[in-house]
């Protein structure tokens, strides 16, 4: 069960933006590299800079940065998700701006949605996949609306990372930061085989808790290939990540314990924006402090050296294999 299908965490689609896209014939306007745009991302129009244009997959497609957004945020989108810069569509911005502020507020929380921009392939499994997964980088500034994120930390999954592992993630940062080192591709084993080889593992110990061990090893995966592209990565390695994951490939079958540890720094923050019952908090937090010590015990076979910055030529299985 440690591989899962593309269908496992949502199918393919040409939207991820959410609301409602631009009409037909905006998609014919063509925009220039360095020119300011209003660009769609879910709900609302943000001010985004076209910084490339090129033809993909038989369509123009436009590489944009939402200004004011960390760059964790930029991607490629197509032509129906972009208007010009002009009072029209100025107007239009702060229209639906007003619209959507009335609806903004969590009648359960009492506070303020986060509505960052997602990294996407423009694919609906996107848009699905990460509306859980906490928004990263800097809020824009002339964002009206929006408040600071008042989860508290005792809401917070606590999840205590054995301090060989700790030291793990401290070498792994210099490695790569300071040393420029990178993590040679495709890893061996990869997270799939890792989440395969734990279930294994479980299944010897306690053979009654496969099924809700296996539920939790395909959320793991889903989380690791929509995370990894969004926060899992330092700067050195997007290239790196731009080269091995083409087409349907899933991370999660070329990348591996180095990635995956990283993850679960980010847990916390993710796991805060989905409703938890506190009991199945309380068995969720336990499972995955199994699957740590689980990594720590395989820590000298599951972690690799470091190599130069190389890419391999392999580039993993597809996401529907």
Not at 34 to 61: N, S, W
Not at 206 to 224: A, H, T
Request: proline share 4%; aromatic share 8%; hydrophobic share 30%.
């Amino acid at each position: 069960m440690g591989s899962t299908s593309k269908d496992d965490c949502g199918s393919d689609g040409d939207n991820s933006s959410g609301g409602e896209p631009p009409s037909a014939s905006d998609s014919q306007v063509l925009f220039s590299e360095g020119e300011k745009v209003l660009a769609y991302h879910g709900p609302r129009i943000y001010e985004a800079k076209v910084q490339k244009a090129e033809i993909r997959k038989d369509e123009r497609k436009y590489f944009v940065h939402y200004l004011g957004w960390n760059k964790n945020w930029d991607e490629w989108v197509g032509a129906n998700r972009l208007l010009k810069y002009n009072d029209e569509n100025i107007a239009k911005q702060q229209a639906l701006e007003k619209k959507k502020q009335g609806k903004e507020k969590n009648p359960k929380s009492g506070r303020t949605a986060q509505n960052k921009p997602k990294v996407s392939s423009d694919t609906k499994a996107d848009k699905e996949d990460l509306k859980s997964i906490a928004a990263k980088g800097k809020k824009r500034r002339s964002e009206p609306g929006n408040e600071k994120d008042t989860t508290s930390e005792e809401k917070l999954v606590k999840i205590q990372i054995p301090a060989a592992l700790r030291k793990q993630l401290v070498d792994d940062w210099e490695l790569v930061n300071q040393q420029d080192k990178l993590v040679k591709l495709p890893r061996s084993p990869t997270v799939d085989d890792i989440l395969t080889k734990y279930l294994e593992y479980r299944s010897k110990k306690d053979s009654m808790m496969m099924d809700s061990i296996g539920e939790i090893l395909k959320g793991l995966r889903c989380y690791f290939d929509k995370a990894l592209p969004v926060m899992l990565l330092y700067k050195k390695e997007r290239e790196q990540y731009n080269e091995v994951v083409v087409d349907d490939v899933s991370p999660s079958t070329i990348y591996g314990a180095e990635h995956l540890l990283r993850l679960f720094v980010k847990l916390p923050e993710l796991l805060a924006q989905v409703n938890i019952e506190e009991e199945t908090l309380t068995n969720l937090q336990q499972k995955l402090l199994n699957f740590l010590k689980f990594l720590q015990k395989n820590q000298s076979t599951f972690f690799s050296t470091y190599d130069g910055p190389k890419v391999s030529d392999s580039k993993g299985k597809r996401k529907d294999d």
